[in-house]
């Protein structure tokens, strides 16, 4: 059957197979112009448009060039070993973060859309990579727990959130990191480091956690200020 006999529902039912029938009732559901419509569309099909599916990753990797501080830009090979990931993983990283618009490329490959980057972090983020709980272990206090808002918070008896880790100092319920080598990149930058746990924050806090942590990665990643 090609696409305009599938788009037929007469066709269809001529055909005398049960399974286009139910073919027919989810055509008859569909509106006509939007499903002729959906190639032009900004959020069209994937594969159709060649778009890529956003990863961990590369917001990691994203995340990690927006709090680059020095003037030369970083190589794949430095930023792979500062995140502990493969150099081909952080050439696909930044191909697919481009194609998100998270990078722009206007002074370099590496070059962010910091803009779009704190957008996607404080009202996407949450819902592409949502928190996931565990049991009581040892890890690398995050969130509220962890810089720099756990100097906003007195501490309590209260199980902390922590990324497991086999180093890890403090106990508490499992919490884990959007990104797998998060943990590691953090122990690495404390500058990451803080900016991952405000993410966790935002990912499953209190309204006022939430909204801390919103102020603090808007100071963090918003536009950088000319020298």
Known sequence: MNVITALNP?????SGNPACALQVVLLRNLDAAALFDVPYSRFANMEYTGGMELKPQDVLVALKLALHSNAEPPTYAQLAVSLG????EVHAAVKRARAARLLNGLDSPFSVDRRALLEFVV???????????GAMTRGIPTSYAAPPLNREFAPTSDPVPVWPHAEG???GFAFAPFARSAPAASRRDEKLYEVLALIDALREGRARERNLAEKELTVRLGKRKSK
């Not at 007469?10 to 001529?14: G, M, P, T």
């Not at 990931?85 to 081909?88: A, E, K, Q």
């Open 10 to 14: 007469f066709s269809l039912v001529e």
């Open 85 to 88: 990931l493969s150099p081909s």
């Open 123 to 133: 009202h996407g983020l949450k819902y592409a990579f949502p928190a996931e709980r």
């Open 169 to 171: 100092t403090v106990r």
